[in-house]
Structure formats: structure tokens, C-alpha cells
């Protein structure tokens, strides 16, 4: 399978200082790769590079065999690129179907109406709450709108920030399985997590950070045998066995 997201040793950070050295990762078209690492790592900073809201330091980025190097979001959204952001950022005083429409801004109103019936199919909770403002939804119904919200601009790339983060472990499950759903639909994935247990079931290949580097890739297979999760995590991350516990 060709590569459909290169990154070649991207650098990017903030006010010129880099936080992310040399970063070389693929993503191969059709699949969920998983970008694992602790607090601080650098994961989210790689995200808003490869989303053009930090514009790189050095290296290269390939779309789809297209050179993509310093395009801004919005050019981005429209080649197909969409991305959510740690933390549900939600406008808190729109509806959820005024939410879900910012999304399609690059889209037509035909299209729009299209894509929302798909994306409520995947999401049936948010149907019944279209009218209801954004603010009063549980933080998992929040998590599917902004999810829903990238997928309105109908993306070939999904660009996801930890989006279990602070969820219970139920709707942790239900934002997974909905993942799950969306890889089989055949929408490649590329998904920040911290939740290494639960990524490692859903995922085809993963990641690793450290200190703005990549220390290493690993297929899911084999990261799901037996113990081999514990070790991999203790050698690339530093974890010990308690990570497992922990997600
Ligand atoms: N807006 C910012 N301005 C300056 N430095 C930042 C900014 N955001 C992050 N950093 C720094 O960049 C480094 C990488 O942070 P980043 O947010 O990418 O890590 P992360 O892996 O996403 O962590 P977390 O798991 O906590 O979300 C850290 O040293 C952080 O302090
Ligand atoms: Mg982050």
C-alpha cells in the first residue's frame, strides 16, 4: 500500500524554537495509526503541523504524493485534511447542528445535507439533540459532535487529538468503537492517544514519542500478543506495567 501521509524529518514548535526534531512517520491510505506518547511528548505539536496551524521549521510533508510543506488549514481542509483537536473545542453557544455545519464551510449546501446524514448515522445520540445548544451535552456527546463537526468537510484524513481524554470508561468504548466503524469505511486515520490499550485494539500500527522524537514503530499485531504491550511500552515510553492498568 503506497503511503498516503509522509512526513520527512519535520521539525516545527513554537515562536521558532522547535518542540518536534526531525520527525519521519507514514500512514499508510486506509488505515488507523496510532501516535503514542506521555504528556509533553510532542504529539500534539506534530498534529498542528501536519494540520498547517504551525507552519514547519524544516522537512517535508506528502499528501497523497502531493508536497503539502506550509499549507495553511484551510487549503488543507479542502485537500482533505481534518483535524480535532485536543480538548473539545466546542462553540458552546451554537446548536449541534449549527456545530456540525461549521464544519462543511468548504462544502456545498447539497453536500452538507448529504454528509449530516451520514455523520447522524454514525452518531444516532446527537440526532434527537440538533436544536439543543452544544453546552449541554454529556463530554461524550461533545466528543462525537467534534468528531461529526471534521467529518462534515467529508475528509480523506482524520486527524484526531486524544479524544478519550477525560471520558468514562463507557464512553471511552463508544468513542473506540465509532473509530473502529469509521477505519472500516475505509477513512485513514491518524489518531493521538494516550489510552494505549484501547488504541492497540483498534489500530493497525503504532507510533512512538519521546522528547519531540520518534523512538519507534510498532505493528498493533504485535504489540497485542501476549505481555508484549507491558514490555514495548516500557522500552519506547518508559511505562511500566502499570499503563495497562491505567487505560
Ligand atoms: N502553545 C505553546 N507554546 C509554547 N510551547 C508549547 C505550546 N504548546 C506546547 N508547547 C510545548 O511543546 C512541547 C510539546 O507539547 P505538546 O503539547 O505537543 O505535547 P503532547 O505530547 O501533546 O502532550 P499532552 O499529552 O500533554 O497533550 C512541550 O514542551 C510543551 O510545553
Ligand atoms: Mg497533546
Redesign the pocket.
Known amino acids: 500500500m503506497p503511503d498516503f501521509l509522509r512526513a520527512q524529518a519535520l521539525s516545527g514548535?513554537?515562536?521558532g524554537k522547535p518542540?518536534?526534531h526531525h520527525v519521519t512517520l507514514d500512514v499508510e491510505k486506509g488505515s488507523l495509526t496510532a501516535l503514542l506518547?506521555?504528556?509533553?511528548?510532542?504529539?500534539?505539536?506534530?498534529m498542528k503541523v501536519i494540520a498547517g496551524l504551525l507552519p514547519p521549521l524544516s522537512g517535508r510533508l506528502l499528501f497523497d504524493e502531493r508536497e503539502i510543506t506550509g499549507w495553511e488549514a484551510p487549503r488543507l481542509v479542502r485537500e482533505g485534511i481534518a483535524y480535532v483537536p485536543?480538548g473539545r473545542a466546542i462553540a458552546r453557544s451554537l446548536t449541534v447542528k449549527e456545530n456540525l455545519l461549521l464544519g462543511g464551510v468548504t462544502r456545498s449546501g447539497g453536500e452538507n445535507k448529504a454528509q449530516l446524514d451520514k455523520v447522524l448515522a454514525l452518531f444516532p445520540e446527537l440526532s434527537e439533540r440538533l436544536a439543543s445548544p452544544s453546552w449541554q451535552l454529556s463530554g461524550g456527546q461533545q466528543q462525537m459532535m467534534v468528531i461529526g463537526r471534521a467529518l462534515m468537510s467529508r475528509p480523506r484524513l482524520l486527524l484526531l487529538?486524544?479524544p478519550s481524554l477525560g471520558l468514562a470508561p463507557l464512553l471511552v468504548k463508544r468513542v473506540f468503537d465509532r473509530l473502529e466503524e469509521l477505519r472500516r469505511s475505509g477513512l485513514t486515520i491518524l489518531l493521538?492517544e494516550?489510552n494505549y490499550w484501547m488504541t492497540m485494539k483498534v489500530a493497525d500500527r503504532a507510533y512512538f514519542?519521546r522528547n519531540?522524537r520518534i523512538v519507534g514503530r510498532q505493528e498493533a499485531a504485535d504489540m497485542r500478543a501476549a505481555d508484549s504491550l507491558d514490555h514495548i511500552l516500557s522500552v519506547y515510553l518508559g511505562k511500566s506495567s502499570e499503563a495497562k492498568e491505567l487505560s
Open positions: 514548535g513554537y515562536d518542540a518536534i506518547g506521555a504528556n509533553g511528548a510532542g504529539k500534539s505539536t506534530l485536543e487529538d486524544e493521538v494516550q514519542m519531540g
